[in-house]
């Protein structure tokens, strides 16, 4: 049953409308603020690294083709009135699947529960569409206001809102996994910078994100003076993606930290081994000395600290601010009275439960 009364049309053009710009709007925003490291550590996971994504091309490309999509089922169930909307849900399906990228995507890949629980949600909304297909066109809305404010529209607006939530709720919104992923393509582009701006304000982090600090501070020269500003997690032992370590890169090639340093192991060693053959070659990066002090620190190791430090910071040099608290601290050990530890100093980092 179609609607030939020109007011009953422009009413149906509206609500397409309205569900159309909602539903660019959204999955452009969704794919190019929020979703576009996450979604470049997935791909370059799955393709072996042999490709990269572009946020830009990748959000206008998915989004077009999920709103062809659209347009697709649109054509098959013609739903109009109040139930348009529907015909974005297996979009949205899409695009909530592309967003549940899990964290340990580069250890073990898997559809996980979305094996059973797309086909029910296909089921569910083929219920749904043969319902509004065959029993809504006999609903009595010819009087109903078809414009902006009318019920028709409201009700298309509700659903619309509903699978966004879904697509939000849903999709990957781990925090931790979402700075990482940003500081590892900050990285990849050069930009230590906005590597270290990402979550800064947040208390939360991991072995994987503290490394990717640490190595951007390195590159930058402000280990010992900007390390502990930032909550830390892991020992010593984690700085650098090693044989023993918890962290790990996902995006970020392990060429780019071999180059930092100026030296490329033969085999598989731990991070101290690593940093002990560094201080021996004459061609070692000057941040080697960094990462094994701050490793010492890192790990409370405050009587190797301070005896280690003379080798690489003589009495003619400054000493970076972290360097000149833990010496501070060691001074005063045991019979430290300062008081509560205020946070972002390195005396808050020694006390604080490991």
Same mark, same amino acid.
């Given at each position: 049953?179609?609607?030939h009364? @020109?007011?009953?049309k422009?009413?149906?053009i *509206?609500?397409r409308a309205m ?5 660019l709007?959204?999955? !452009?925003?969704w794919?190019y603020e !929020?979703?576009a490291?996450?979604l *470049? ?6 393709s ?7 946020r830009?091309?990748?959000?206008v490309?998915?989004?077009?083709? %999920?709103?062809?999509?659209q ?13 348009? +909307?529907?015909?974005?849900l @297996?979009?949205m ?7 549940? /990228?899990?964290p340990t995507i580069d250890?073990? !890949?898997?559809?996980g ?5 797309? @086909?029910v949600?296909?089921? /569910? ?5 043969w319902?509004?297909?065959?029993v %809504?066109?006999f609903?009595n809305d ?7 404010f009318s019920q028709r529209m409201?009700?298309?607006? %509700? ?12 999709g990957?919104?781990?925090?931790v !996994? ?5 500081a590892?393509?900050? %990285? ?9 701006? /990402?979550?800064?304000? #947040?208390?939360e982090?991991d ?5 990717l600090?640490?190595?951007a501070?390195g590159t &930058? ?5 900007r390390?502990?500003c ?7 032992a984690?700085?650098?993606p090693?044989?023993? #370590?918890? +962290? ?10 071999w180059?930092?340093f100026g ?7 731990t ?7 560094l ?9 080697? *000395? ?9 790990? &409370?190791?405050?009587?190797?600290? /301070?005896q280690?430090?003379? #080798?690489?910071y003589?009495d003619s040099l400054?000493l @970076?601010?972290f360097?000149?608290?833990a ?7 045991p019979?430290?009275t300062?008081?509560?530890?205020q946070?972002?100093?390195y005396?808050?980092?020694?006390y604080?439960?490991?």
């Amino acid at each position: 049953m179609q609607d030939h009364d @020109p007011h009953k049309k422009n009413g149906t053009i *509206a609500v397409r409308a309205m569900c159309a710009i909602i539903f660019l709007a959204f999955t !452009f925003l969704w794919l190019y603020e !929020f979703q576009a490291d996450v979604l *470049a550590v997935g791909q370059h996971v799955l393709s072996g690294g042999q490709t990269h994504y572009d946020r830009t091309v990748g959000a206008v490309i998915i989004t077009l083709v %999920l709103q062809l999509l659209q347009l697709g089922v649109y054509y098959v169930t013609r739903l109009a009135r109040r139930t348009h +909307a529907l015909t974005y849900l @297996p979009s949205m399906l899409l695009l909530t699947i592309m967003s549940d /990228v899990p964290p340990t995507i580069d250890q073990h !890949f898997s559809f996980g529960a979305w094996a059973w629980i797309v @086909p029910v949600v296909l089921v /569910v909304w083929a219920v749904a569409v043969w319902l509004a297909r065959n029993v %809504l066109p006999f609903e009595n809305d010819d009087k109903q206001p078809t414009g902006i404010f009318s019920q028709r529209m409201w009700l298309n607006l %509700l659903q619309m809102v509903a699978m966004m939530l879904v697509v939000a709720l849903v999709g990957n919104s781990n925090a931790v !996994f979402h700075f990482t992923a940003h500081a590892e393509a900050s %990285l990849l582009k050069g930009d230590a910078a906005e590597a270290l701006r /990402v979550g800064e304000r #947040s208390l939360e982090t991991d072995e994987n994100l503290t490394m990717l600090r640490i190595y951007a501070l390195g590159t &930058r020269g402000e280990l010992g003076e900007r390390l502990f500003c930032y909550p830390l997690a892991g020992t010593s032992a984690d700085m650098l993606p090693m044989k023993g #370590s918890t +962290a790990r890169l996902r995006l970020l090639p392990m060429d780019s930290i071999w180059k930092s340093f100026g030296a490329r192991p033969v085999y598989k060693i731990t991070t101290a081994q690593y940093l002990h053959a560094l201080t021996v070659d004459s061609v070692a990066h000057p941040m080697a *000395a960094d990462y094994i002090l701050t490793g010492m620190l890192i790990d &409370r190791r405050l009587d190797a600290f /301070v005896q280690t430090l003379p #080798s690489y910071y003589p009495d003619s040099l400054p000493l @970076p601010r972290f360097y000149r608290e833990a010496m501070e601290l060691h001074a005063l050990l045991p019979n430290d009275t300062l008081g509560m530890p205020q946070r972002g100093t390195y005396r808050f980092y020694y006390y604080q439960k490991p």
